[in-house]
Structure formats: structure tokens, C-alpha cells
């Protein structure tokens, strides 16, 4: 089995993920083996480590299970990091008690980065920074999470949630540094801020900023991340179309005209426990028409690239952050949720 | 894994005609060649004896023979190093030892080479040409060709992976070679390359042909002066596996460097080798050289940082000799880094590394030492002592160092200098002055001295003058110590303490020069010093050990007895030395016995007798003569009762600084022993039992104790034992309305209490006495208003009595409890209370931290007042408005009769912040959505909804539920609906509500509708059914169908293709209604009603229904 190292991201081959004492011995005594795992090392401290060739410690049973690469994206300011994190935090306080699953960082060190970010968003309500670019000095560690689901069918999913920056797809030599994990990914969680569309006057707040000016919009960030995915089992012989599912996600929806929220399926709440069809249905057909309606030039992209696509509309923070603060009513998401749980029934994590 | 492979190496050095140059390094460097190919981690090639100065003819037939015997299998490497000659149309020829300079044709043409090359049936054949010109090699007179040289090369070998047939040439077509002092720079590079693993570029532990050219196109292009090397193939990729990494495959930085720790860990020699510890793999290669020095820094520090506690010592010192000592090292020319790397590597085979290492870092070696490694090198003796002199390393015997404590409190006196953060002895005596000398005569036989201090003598003068400056008392045993000592003894001390200070370094890995160095000593002897000291042996017999063990104990007679009665040859070195003073020690202490033995006074032996025991502990019979000389027993031995306890006085005799002291006894029956007593000592003339037993009888005596002798014992001089009877204590009484409750504690020894009971008016008569076994009693028989006095005392077995102990208790009247309270807040900042007034008294509501006593607990006003704060006292009305308090606590009801304070209800209070802002509620479908500004303190709060012609609904929340949830949502009927937001708080046992924010929601009845053709109707006939759950009213309701392949968003998104005004809809019913559908028109996509006036909640039906039906018109 070949194992995708969250830290160097490359495939590596069982064996080359050798078996370690814990740090607290200090003695590092990093060893071999293939399968068997050696039951003390050798000075006779208990093995419990797993490492990848790169030295980096792997999260406790990564390696024998593998892990799914989850990929955030999206333009400049679409308000990934923000998303991510209440993501999580929904995923771990709503959805895994009603889906009977468990749901939590795999490692101390996601746990530390994961608090941080959740720390300053709920408890201190100010608004997330924006992710600095990727460098080859500087590599983006991901957030792992693991997700087991009991019962009969019993199964352990790894997530491995990259947050791309904004700059990171800025251009294509930016584009090479997350091509490593896109091109292992099982699904994409694709952002699309409408106020980074032409949307006139259907946002409520028509003074709400803009896309920033000199960055890509939408269609070409879409562009830099399709290029690295894998293509389909027959991609060698003729084109076909990319079999990772990719969640289109229509963030801010609170934003939208009164008009537009009537009658609106992606202003109802979804449902957890049991997905309705037509809802999804329903939801899918308003952001693809929205995004039509705006003129966006993304679904024919999508259409001809990829084999499964979502639309999804979500609001993390439920208003406009005020002066860089979440504003007095809280964080109050609305259906952020849905694209990650449509993407674990695609890849069968909870299926 | 190896390399099976066939190696022919010619070199030609001489030349029979003086036409041609004698070249300097082609045997040389054949044979060092030879040796890298042999070697079994770099190829195991199989080389013949290097073929040296062969003439034409020769060098043909080798060539045949080695073509013809290498095997399918195998990789044929050939290295041929000559003169390159060039003929007038380009060719080029290889020169042999009868070549003619001018005449190419005496020598081998290269074409011819290439001839055999081609008839070779290995496939993996690698020539390496280290000659002038050598690129033309296989190219006839035109300009070489750099590219794979297919036509000229092919034979048809087998195609794949790892085969081909490959020159490499050390120059281009009009390039010349050359030769630095020790080698070719060709081949120079091909040994280290393939000798050191550098070779390997991708670190995959195999060396390709095209890696191998690789590393030599970079490094010969640094080489002075500068040499292009060639490679010609006759497949662009090849792979040839001509050699292995020694190294073997590179792996990732951190895990190499993990490694090395774990190593140096057990022997920190590791990094003695300058490659290892800076992971330099070549250290010609200056780019890596700075980068693999900046990694270990950074590395080093990320150590520190993360406080890896196994190898953080030993990265503190590869920091801290980063600091001193190589830091600088990198900043200097490549040669000079590569010359240190390289002579840092540990090389066994050669006397000069093996002299270094044994020498270093002392730069001293024994005689006996070297000579064994000259004879193991087989090196003359002028040969080791010129290596000796180059490379600065002396011949010495490593100095004798004081190895046992010159005297015996050594040990002890060192202990406390260290503690004192002093060094030694000249530290102590000299002070200040001593802080930045140098010291000689710490080691051999130089005498004593300090360079900057001529004047300094170790001698009894010194110390003196040295005890009459110090006031610090810690010292003082020391200066008493020293004062004993000879000024031998006082250098012999401090040669001691230099040796141990040295040792102490040596096991705990530590600097030794450096520490010597700061503790004083000049270079030279510090060097001797550590030099010694790493050549004592580690492991020291048992003998020594014992010998040492009863040094540090202070049993110097055992010491002595046990080495004085060795036969002399057989003491071993120590003993020997120690014999002398152990002899003189012995010999003082047991004269001091004696002379106290004559003496008639106690006084006058005691001091001897201490000294003796100072200077041998276990001297014989110093007991016997100490016990002829006991303390005097104290006078006037007087005992007193003090409340639960004793005081024992006496009258001290003899001298207070004697060393004197009491012990106290203890008996409680006239015929029973005296047993010692943990009694308090105080001045040395009283004690304190404090915890006697009480109720009997208890007699007491006084001994006085010096060591182990000691004084008669002395008793009071009457004689009569003490009784001791305590009192109870914490005597209290309460009354409840109907009786008095009594309740004391009692000394564990007492029997039974006897209580008595007074009135206030007849105090002289007791109305009752009555005796208990325990610790209450309840005094039914008590009428109102009328003030009582209880009794207590202690009753003891043989009927002793304690001192009475007494409470008085007024029977006021008291009132019932109260039995309900209610507290809420009024408004912001007021709470509004209620509770029922009792029958008789007043009520006072109070406010208290902590919880109040039970419901019907009485108290006197005083009592109450220390724990509770009244805040509104009321005789008629059953309800108040208060000001909210500014902490948690409890409200309570208290019913005030008289001074009798009567606890009723209570609640706990709770202070909940306001809910202030926008309550914000939005009809979502069937559901609403209900969101407020949530205050920080806040933890929980309460939805009411009261929809109209429905029940009131309540809804808690917390403040995790309301941020994951996004708001709170409820289902929603469409009807209007007033909502409320409360916050709630809740104590032990109770919960309050406090101010919330309210809105009203108007109606906005949710209907629903469907749309699909009418099966019945005319073709394209379309049906709508609109359904209300409640009776409803729609102003307009309209279709709008769509041919675009997007859902209409809203009416204007499509062509109105039906509508009604006005539309009632009765509650659970169905209207339904059709229209036609213009049949020249394009069929529709979708088909969406839209209620364009907003009055009522339309909700679609199911979008993947729409989607097929339409999508199959």
C-alpha cells in the first residue's frame, strides 16, 4: 500500500515508514520493518511512532489507513481559513452526534492549530487572517482529522484539509508548490465569494467589497487547481473527465437580496441525519442558476473537466464581519456542512 | 548488492624517447584507482595488477585480452592515463612507451581503441581517457560531435536499462589535461568521487556513468585551472551502474543526524570527525559545505528549542564549540575547510592519525605508547620522533596525581569550598586577590607559586591572616581544619583538589582544560594535569575503594590497622602513601586519649577527648575513658500543671557551652520505669509535656546526657506525682422554642461531665445536676423568658474533677419560618421579591455569600448579622423591589422575633446579564430562524414562542448550541407569532430569568404547490394545485415557464405563462387550476410559480420531479 505523507507529500510505500520510539525517551531510535511492528526499540523503549522517510511523525494509525486529501480553494479573500474552521467545529459539535460518528484532530499538533484559529474566531471574535502563500521554504502543513464510523461496517477515514491561499493560485509557478497534494486529492471544496462576481444588485450590502483588484477571479483560480488532479482511470488512453468530486460552494449567502431568499432552498436549514434528495436537489439548481445569472464562466469549465460536480451554497460566519469582528450575534453558520458531507458519501467515508 | 566488474588500468609514465615529457602522477594514480575498485562497498571490481609503461605491442594485447575476457555480465571499465597525440588531420593516439613525439603513429590510435570497443561483446563498457585532447577520441578529424555517438558506437548490444558503452574523456578535442602535485585532476576527481559516495548525486547508493560525469563536470570545472571533461554514449540514457555509494543510500538530513546523536550518545567521539558533525558529505564542494553547516546550526537550535532532553547536553556542545571554535573555520578559503574535514576523519591505517589521536587533544603521548605503535606501523624511531616534532606532540609519562584525601576532612572541606563557590584553597586564603591567578606547582614537582602573587606562601602565616578576613561561618570549619595542617600538607591538599576538580570534569565529559583553566592553573600544567587524569584508569581495585570509603568516613583507625598490618610489598600504591599520615593521625589522637584519661576534671577531658574523636572516629577505649567522666546532674527538679499540659523546671549546672543537654522522663505509677518523653526543651532550664495523660497520677525526672554518658537521674525533690483533670471546651447551649440543647467536647481520657443547671435569680442553688456519658444533652424542662446557666465539668476515673466551665441561655420567644420565597428580576438592575409574611414577628430579607443555615435554625441578632446583610425589613407587605447586588449569593426569609432571628426560604441568587440589541426572527420555509446579540457572560437562554391560537412553546439553548446551530431554529406554521428571549441563569436550586428582548412575527401562512400536466386535459394542458395548511389569502400567483436550462429565480426570469388574482385558500384544502400550453412555442425547461406580492411562504415542489418532467417534454 502506498502512504501520502501529509508533511513531504509524497506516496511512500509501507516500508518506508519506519517505526520509532515516542520523543519523550529522547532516543529517536528510528527503525525498519516492513509490517511487523517491533514491540521495543532498541534500547528498549516502546514503540509507538510511525515515521515517514522525511522524519516527520505520522498521526497514530495513519499508516496503516492512509488519508484523503480534502482540498480548500479558492480566489483571493474568498474566505477559506474562516470557512475551514468553522467547518470543523460544526463537523465536531453538530454532525458527528447525529451521524453516530467521531470526528477530531488526528494529532496534537492539527488539535494546537486547529484551537488556535477556533479560539480567536468564537471565543475572541475577531476575523481570521488571511493564509500566506506556500513557498518551498515554507510548506503548508495540513489540518488532519480523523473520522471513525462504528457499527458493523466499521471504517477509519484520515482528512487531510489543505487550506490553499488565495496566493498560492495566483499563477501557475505559485500553482506547482500545492500541485503535490491537489494531485492526491479525493475531493475539492471549490469557494466562490459572489461579491467576486458581477452580480449588481442582487447582494443586500451592494457596498460590500469587490474582488481585489490584480488577482485572479474564479474561473482562472478554478483553472490552476483542475491542471494537477488526476484524471480518470481510462486518462491514459483518451481525455475523459476528472473523477474527484468538487464541490462548488457559493459562500456569503446571507449576503444575498431579500428577493432572492424567498423561496430559496439554501436559505432553509438542511438536515444531518436525514439528506433529502430534493433538497440537494433544489439547492443545486439555485447556485447553478445564480451562478449563471452572474455570469461566472465557471460551470462550463466544470462540466467539460470534471465527471461529478456539487453546488452548494454556505455562510460560515451567518452576517459581515463589522470592523474585522464577528458581528454581536455570534458565528452562526448555515449550512456549511453539506459540500464536505456530499464529498465523504462520494468517496464512501460514511457511506 | 555489488558491482560485477572487470577493470584495466594502464598508465604510462615513462617514455623511452626523450621526445615526450615524463609524466608524475599516472602509476600513482592507477594504483590508488585499483584500490577504490577493489574495495567491497564501492564495486569489488576485479582489477589486475595496474599495467605500467606497457610499449605498443603490450598495451594491444592487453587490451584484446581483457576485451576478449570480460564476461556478458559484467562492466568492463578501462582507464587509460598518458600523453594524448594529435595527427596532422586530427586523430587522436593514446602514447605509450615507445611512442615518438611528432610521430603519432608509434603510439595507439584511438580509432583502433575504439575498434576494439566496438567488438566487444560486454554490453556495459566505460573507458575513461585521462590524456591531452582526449575528446577526439572515436571522432576522426572533424570537431568532436558532444552528442551520443550512436553510429560509431553501436554493436548491437543489448538496448535497456543499464547498458551501453561509454567514454569519458578528461579533456576537450582542444583541451589539455593536467596533473596537480598528488594526481591527475581527472582522476583525482574519479577516486574521491567514487571513494567518498559523492558521486552518487541523486543519493539513490548507486553511481551511474552519467552521475559519474556529472560530478565530474562540476568539480573539475572548479579545479585550477579548469578542465572540461567529455562524455560520449551511444544511448542517451543509460544508467550504468558502475559503482555503489559507500555511503550507502542518502537519506533525509534529520534522520542521518538522528542517528549520528544516537551514537554520539554512547561515544561522543562521533563527532570528533568534522564531516559528521557538520553531515558534510564532500567537503571540497564549498555550496554544500555552507549549506550542510547552516542546516546543523538551524538544526542544533530547533534541538534546543524543543528541549529533546536526551541530547541536549550534547547538542549545548556542539553549540558551544560552533561558537568557539569552528565558526570561524567556515569562513575561510575551501582548501583550508576541506584540509580540516579532512584531517578530522579517523583513519586506522596510518601512523600519523593514529599518533594524532592517541595524542590528542593533549598533544602528549607515553614513550611505551608510541614505541607500540611504531612497531605496529613499522617506523623507525627517527621516523616517530620527526612525526612527533612536526605535529607538536610531546613524549611524557603522564604525572602522578594526588590519588587519596592528603588528610582525612578533605572530602568534607572541599564539599563546603563548593558550595562557597570557591575553587580551592588558594581561593580561600587569598580571596579576591586569588580570583584571576595563575598557579604553578599544581602538578610534577615544582614548587608552589602564583605568577601574579611571588609573595604568596601556603603556610600557616597565610592561613592566619586568611581566617582573621573571612567572617563567613560556613567557613569556619575549614579554617579550623586548616590551621592543623603543615604548609606540606597545604600543597598536597591543593594538588588534591586540583586533581579532583580535573576528574570531576573528565566524568562528566566536560572541557578538562577549560575547567583547569579556570580553576587557575597555568597552560602547561593544565595540560599535564588532563593529561594525567585521562590516563588514570577508570576501574580502581576493591582495595583502593575500601581504603577510600574509610577516609571519607572518618574511620582512619580501621584504615590504618587494616594497611599497617599488610606485609610492605604487598600494600599497593595508595595504601602506601596513606600509611605515613594515617600512622601520625593514629598515634596523635590515641596520645590525646590518654592524657585525658589522667585528668581529674570533666572539664579538662572533654576537649580532649573531642579531639581525639575529631581526628580518628573509631578510635578504641575512647568510650570507656569518656564514660569516667559523666555531666552533672541537674538541681531543683520542680513540675506544675499548665492547663492541659506540664512544665518540668531545673536548675542548670556546669559550664552552658559543654555540650550539655536534658532529657525529660516520664511515669505514671509509683513502681513503674521512667520513659524519655518528646517533651520541648527551652533555655536548657525548663520543658513542656504537652500531651500528658490525664486522670492519674504522673511523675517526672530530669537527666543530663553528654555523648552517650550520662548523669544521674533527678526527681522532684517532694516527690508527690501531679494530676491533671481538663476542662470541656467549646461549650455551647441553644434553644429552639421548646428545650435547651447543651453540647460541649470533652479530653479523651474524661469519663462523663456533670451538669448542673441555675437560674439566673437562684444562681447559688442548682435546680438540677445530672452526670453524662457524652457530649450534649437537651433540657426539656425550661419555661419562656427566663435566662438559665449550665455547668459543665469533666469528670476522671478515681473521681477526679475538672474546673467548671459555664453557659447561659435566655428562652426568648422565636418565630415561625418562613416557607416561600420568590426572587425575579423587575427590571434591569431591580429584583422584584416575594414572600408570606409570618403570624407574628417581622420579616427581614437578607442577603448572604454563603448558604444559610436550615430552614428553622434560630440565632441570636448578633450571629446573625456577622453572616448576613438585612436589606429590607417589612411588617405588611409580602412583596419588594430591591436593587440588584453586584455578586452572587442567597436571598433568604428571616422571621425577627425579640433578638431571635428564625431562618425560613431561601433562594440562591444569580446574576444574569440583559439581553440588549435586535432580536432578529426570519421565516425560512417551514422553519424559523431566531438570532439576538448573545453577552459574552451569558451561558444560557430561553425561546418562548407564543403563536397565535397555539400553545406557548419554550425553547432553552446554550451558547455552543445557538454558534453551532447558527441561531436557533423552530418550526413554523405560518401564523403569527410573538417571540421572546430570555436569559437564564440558575444556581443550586434555583433558576431565574432575566431581561430578554421580545418581537412579534406576522402572520405569513406557507402554501404549497405542485405543477405537472394534465394527463386528463388537452395536450399541453397544464395542472397547478395550490394546497394552505391553514386558510390563506395569495394577492397574485403567477407561472413563469423557462426554456433555458437554469431554474427561473424569479418572475422575471421567464415568460408569464399563467396567473390568478386574489386567490382564497381554505385551511387542508386543494385549489386547483389549469392553462394551455401554446403549442407553436418551444417546450419549457422549467415551469415555477412565483408570488410576486410576498404575502405568503410558496414552497416548490421537489426539483428533481420539475427536472424530469419538463426535461422529457
Not at chain 1, 214 to 221: A, C, F, L, M, N
Request: glycine residues 8%; hydrophobic residues 40%.
Amino acid at each position: 500500500m502506498m502512504v501520502f505523507c501529509p508533511y513531504c507529500r509524497r506516496r511512500r510505500a509501507e516500508g518506508e515508514i519506519r517505526f520509532r520510539c515516542h520523543a519523550d525517551y529522547g532516543c529517536a531510535a528510528v527503525q525498519g520493518g516492513r509490517f511487523s511492528r517491533p514491540a521495543v526499540c532498541v534500547r528498549g523503549h516502546p514503540i509507538l511512532d510511525r515515521v515517514c522517510a522525511c522524519g516527520e511523525r505520522l498521526p497514530t494509525g495513519y499508516a496503516s489507513h492512509g488519508g484523503s486529501v480534502v482540498a480548500v480553494v479558492g480566489a483571493v479573500g474568498a474566505g477559506k481559513t474562516t470557512y475551514l474552521t468553522v467547518l470543523v467545529r460544526v463537523m465536531r459539535e453538530v454532525v458527528a452526534g447525529r451521524l453516530g460518528v467521531t470526528f477530531g484532530a488526528a494529532d496534537d499538533d492539527s488539535d494546537r492549530r486547529y484551537r488556535e484559529l477556533e479560539n480567536q474566531l468564537y471565543d475572541e471574535g475577531r476575523a481570521l487572517p488571511g493564509t500566506q502563500a506556500e513557498t518551498r521554504r515554507n510548506p503548508r502543513r495540513p489540518l488532519i482529522f480523523k473520522l471513525e464510523r462504528g457499527g458493523r461496517q466499521r471504517r477509519t477515514t484520515f482528512l487531510l484539509f489543505y487550506d490553499t491561499a488565495g496566493d498560492d493560485l495566483e499563477d501557475e509557478a505559485h500553482a506547482q508548490h500545492v500541485a503535490a497534494y491537489l494531485s492526491v486529492a479525493r475531493g475539492m471544496i471549490f469557494l466562490v465569494d459572489p461579491s467576486h462576481l458581477d452580480v449588481g444588485t442582487d447582494l443586500a450590502d451592494t457596498s460590500r467589497s469587490g474582488r481585489p483588484t490584480g488577482v485572479p477571479g474564479p474561473r482562472d483560480v478554478l483553472e490552476y487547481a483542475t491542471r494537477p488532479l488526476p484524471l480518470g482511470r481510462r486518462g491514459m488512453r483518451r481525455r475523459t473527465r476528472i473523477q474527484v468530486p468538487v464541490a462548488v460552494t457559493l459562500t456569503k449567502v446571507d449576503a444575498l437580496a431579500e428577493s432572492l431568499k424567498r423561496q430559496s432552498a439554501i436559505h432553509r436549514p438542511g438536515s444531518f441525519e436525514h439528506p433529502d434528495p430534493d433538497d440537494r436537489a433544489a439547492v443545486h439548481e439555485q447556485v447553478r442558476a445564480l451562478l449563471h445569472r452572474w455570469n461566472s464562466g465557471l460551470e462550463e469549465r466544470l462540466s467539460i473537466n470534471y465527471e461529478t460536480v456539487g453546488y452548494f451554497g454556505v455562510s460560515p460566519l451567518g452576517a459581515a464581519l463589522e470592523g474585522g469582528l464577528v458581528p454581536d450575534d455570534g458565528v452562526r453558520p448555515h449550512r456549511v456542512a453539506d459540500p464536505l458531507l456530499w464529498i465523504l458519501d462520494r468517496i464512501g467515508a460514511i457511506r | 548488492m555489488a558491482i560485477d566488474g572487470r577493470a584495466l588500468l594502464v598508465a604510462v609514465e615513462e617514455f623511452d624517447s626523450g621526445s615526450l615529457s615524463r609524466l608524475r602522477t599516472p602509476i600513482s594514480d592507477a594504483d590508488q584507482l585499483a584500490e577504490v575498485l577493489r574495495r567491497e562497498d564501492v564495486g569489488r571490481y576485479q582489477v589486475d595488477a595496474v599495467v605500467t609503461n606497457p610499449d605498443r605491442r603490450t598495451l594491444v594485447e592487453r587490451l584484446h585480452e581483457f576485451f576478449d575476457e570480460v564476461r556478458d555480465n559484467e562492466v568492463a571499465l578501462v582507464h587509460i592515463a598518458t600523453h594524448g597525440l594529435v595527427d596532422a588531420q586530427g586523430n587522436l593516439y593514446l602514447a605509450t612507451s615507445d611512442s615518438v613525439g611528432g610521430v603519432p603513429n608509434t603510439a595507439l590510435s584511438a580509432a583502433d581503441l575504439a575498434g576494439y570497443v566496438r567488438a566487444c561483446r560486454c554490453p556495459r563498457v566505460l573507458v575513461i581517457l585521462d590524456c591531452c585532447y582526449s575528446a577526439r577520441a572515436l571522432i576522426g578529424s572533424m570537431e568532436p560531435r558532444e552528442k551520443p555517438i550512436k553510429d560509431e558506437l553501436r554493436s548491437g548490444a543489448a538496448e535497456g536499462s543499464g547498458s551501453g558503452k561509454v567514454i569519458i574523456a578528461s579533456s576537450f578535442a582542444r583541451g589539455r589535461a593536467y596533473e596537480n602535485d598528488d594526481a591527475s585532476v581527472l582522476t583525482g576527481h574519479l577516486i574521491t568521487g567514487l571513494s567518498s559516495g559523492s558521486a552518487d548525486l541523486n543519493g539513490d547508493g548507486v553511481v551511474t556513468a552519467e552521475e559519474m560525469f556529472s560530478y565530474l563536470e562540476d568539480a573539475m570545472s572548479r579545479s585550477d585551472p579548469p578542465q572540461a571533461p567529455r562524455m560520449l554514449a551511444d544511448i542517451v540514457e543509460l544508467g550504468i551502474r558502475i559503482a555503489l555509494n559507500p555511503q550507502g543510500p542518502r537519506r533525509s538530513l534529520e534522520v542521518r543526524y538522528r542517528e549520528l546523536l544516537g551514537q554520539a550518545s554512547g561515544d561522543p567521539r562521533v563527532f570528533d570527525d568534522l564531516g559528521r558533525r557538520y553531515l558534510i558529505d564532500d567537503p571540497f564542494n564549498l555550496a554544500e559545505v555552507r549549506e550542510r553547516v547552516a542546516w546543523t546550526v538551524a538544526y542544533w537550535a530547533n534541538l534546543a528549542r524543543g528541549s529533546e532532553l536526551g541530547h541536549l547536553r550534547i547538542v549545548r556542545r556542539l553549540q558551544r564549540d560552533h561558537e568557539e571554535k569552528y565558526a570561524d573555520l567556515f569562513t575561510q578559503p575551501i582548501e583550508v575547510i576541506a584540509h580540516a574535514i579532512e584531517s578530522s576523519r579517523p583513519r586506522s591505517d596510518d601512523l600519523r592519525s593514529e599518533l594524532r589521536r592517541k595524542a590528542e587533544p593533549w598533544r602528549m603521548i607515553a614513550r611505551a605508547d608510541a614505541d607500540s605503535l611504531r612497531r605496529r606501523y613499522r617506523a623507525t624511531t627517527e621516523e616517530l620522533e620527526a612525526l612527533c616534532r612536526e605535529l607538536g606532540i610531546e613524549f611524557r609519562e603522564p604525572d602522578r596525581l594526588v590519588a587519596l584525601p592528603p588528610v582525612a576532612g578533605a572530602p568534607a572541606m572541599h564539599r563546603i569550598l563548593e558550595r562557597n563557590r570557591l575553587r580551592h584553597v588558594v581561593d580561600l586564603i587569598w580571596a579576591a586577590d586569588a580570583q584571576d591567578c595563575r598557579i604553578v606547582g599544581a602538578v610534577g614537582e615544582e614548587p608552589f607559586g602564583v605568577v601574579e602573587h611571588p609573595g604568596f606562601q601556603l603556610d600557616q602565616a597565610a592561613v592566619a591572616a586568611g581566617a582573621s578576613r573571612s567572617e563567613d561561618p560556613a567557613l569556619r570549619p575549614v579554617w579550623t581544619e586548616l590551621r592543623l595542617l603543615t604548609p606540606a600538607e597545604l600543597v598536597a591538599l591543593l594538588r588534591w583538589q586540583i586533581a579532583e576538580i580535573a576528574r570531576s570534569a573528565n566524568r562528566s565529559r566536560a572541557d578538562v582544560l577549560s575547567v583547569l583553566l579556570d580553576a587557575g592553573v597555568i597552560d602547561a600544567e593544565a595540560r599535564r594535569v588532563g593529561y594525567a587524569v585521562s590516563r588514570e584508569p577508570r576501574s580502581r581495585d576493591r582495595r583502593f575503594d575500601e581504603l577510600r570509603h574509610d577516609l571519607d568516613a572518618g574511620r582512619l583507625y580501621s584504615a590504618h590497622r587494616r594497611v599497617a598490618g599488610r606485609p610492605g610489598k604487598s600494600r599497593t600504591k595508595e595504601e602506601a602513601e596513606a600509611l605515613p599520615w594515617l600512622q601520625r593521625r593514629v598515634l596523635l589522637a590515641e596520645q590525646l586519649r590518654e592524657s585525658a584519661r589522667e585528668q581529674a576534671e570533666a572539664r579538662a577531658a572533654w576537649p580532649l577527648l573531642d579531639h581525639a574523636r575529631d581526628l580518628v572516629s573509631d578510635l578504641p577505649e575512647l568510650d570507656d575513658v569518656a564514660r569516667r567522666f559523666p555531666p552533672e546532674a541537674p538541681g531543683d527538679v520542680t513540675v506544675h500543671v499548665r492547663g492541659a499540659g506540664v512544665e518540668i523546671r531545673w536548675r542548670r549546672t556546669g559550664d552552658a557551652d559543654a555540650g550539655v543537654r536534658y532529657r525529660v522522663g516520664r511515669k505514671s505509677g509509683p513502681a513503674a520505669e521512667f520513659m524519655e518523653i518528646p517533651a520541648r526543651v527551652e533555655d536548657g532550664c525548663r520543658a513542656y509535656d504537652d500531651d500528658p495523660p490525664a486522670g492519674r497520677p504522673l511523675w517526672y525526672c530530669v537527666t543530663a546526657e553528654r555523648g552517650f554518658v550520662a548523669s544521674e537521674t533527678i526527681e522532684p525533690a517532694a516527690g508527690e506525682p501531679v494530676h491533671l483533670y481538663p476542662p470541656v471546651h467549646d461549650l455551647q447551649a441553644a434553644y429552639d422554642g421548646s428545650r435547651v440543647t447543651v453540647s460541649w467536647s470533652m479530653h479523651p481520657d474524661a469519663r462523663s461531665v456533670i451538669i448542673r443547671r441555675l437560674t439566673r435569680h437562684s444562681a447559688a442553688v442548682a435546680e438540677f445536676e445530672v452526670e453524662i456519658r457524652g457530649d450534649g444533652y437537651a433540657d426539656d424542662g425550661v419555661e419562656e423568658e427566663r435566662t438559665y446557666l449550665y455547668e459543665v465539668s469533666a469528670l476522671y476515673h478515681g473521681d477526679g474533677m475538672s474546673d467548671v466551665v459555664s453557659a447561659e441561655i435566655v428562652t426568648d420567644p422565636i418565630g415561625e419560618p418562613v416557607s416561600d420565597l420568590a426572587v425575579a428580576y423587575a427590571r434591569a438592575g431591580w429584583l422584584s421579591v416575594q414572600a408570606r409574611r409570618p403570624n407574628a414577628g417581622s420579616l427581614v430579607i437578607a442577603f448572604a455569600e454563603r448558604e444559610p443555615p436550615p430552614v428553622g435554625t434560630v440565632v441570636r441578632g448578633s450571629a446573625f448579622l456577622d453572616v448576613a446583610e438585612p436589606l429590607v425589613t417589612t411588617a405588611v407587605s409580602d412583596r419588594v423591589e430591591l436593587a440588584e447586588p453586584d455578586r452572587g449569593g442567597w436571598f433568604c426569609a428571616v422571621t425577627v422575633v425579640g433578638d431571635n432571628y428564625t431562618y425560613g426560604a431561601r433562594t440562591q441568587f444569580v446574576r444574569i446579564p440583559v439581553i440588549s440589541g435586535r432580536l432578529v426572527v426570519r421565516r425560512r420555509g417551514d422553519r424559523m430562524q431566531v438570532c439576538w446579540p448573545w453577552p459574552p457572560e451569558l451561558v444560557q437562554a430561553e425561546v418562548v414562542t407564543r403563536p397565535d391560537g397555539g400553545p406557548e412553546q419554550r425553547h432553552a439553548v446554550t451558547r455552543a448550541a445557538y454558534q453551532n446551530e447558527g441561531g436557533v431554529w423552530l418550526p413554523s406554521t405560518g401564523a403569527a407569532v410573538s417571540v421572546e428571549v430570555q436569559p437564564v441563569g440558575s444556581g443550586r436550586r434555583a433558576r431565574l430569568t432575566g431581561i430578554g428582548l421580545s418581537t412579534r412575527l406576522a402572520a405569513r401562512p406557507v402554501v404549497r404547490y405542485t405543477i405537472a400536466p394534465d394527463p386528463a386535459g388537452a395536450p399541453y394542458s397544464v395542472a397547478v394545485t395550490v394546497t394552505a395548511e391553514y386558510a390563506a389569502s395569495v394577492a397574485r400567483l403567477v407561472a413563469v415557464a423557462s426554456a433555458r436550462s437554469h431554474q427561473p429565480i424569479e418572475e422575471s426570469d421567464g415568460a408569464v405563462v399563467w396567473s390568478h388574482d386574489d386567490l382564497e385558500l381554505s385551511a387542508g384544502e386543494s385549489s386547483r387550476f389549469t392553462f394551455t400550453w401554446a403549442q407553436a412555442a418551444p417546450g419549457p425547461a422549467w415551469i415555477r410559480c412565483f408570488a410576486p406580492n410576498d404575502d405568503v411562504e410558496l414552497l416548490d415542489p421537489p426539483v428533481t420531479q420539475q427536472r424530469r418532467r419538463w426535461a422529457r417534454r
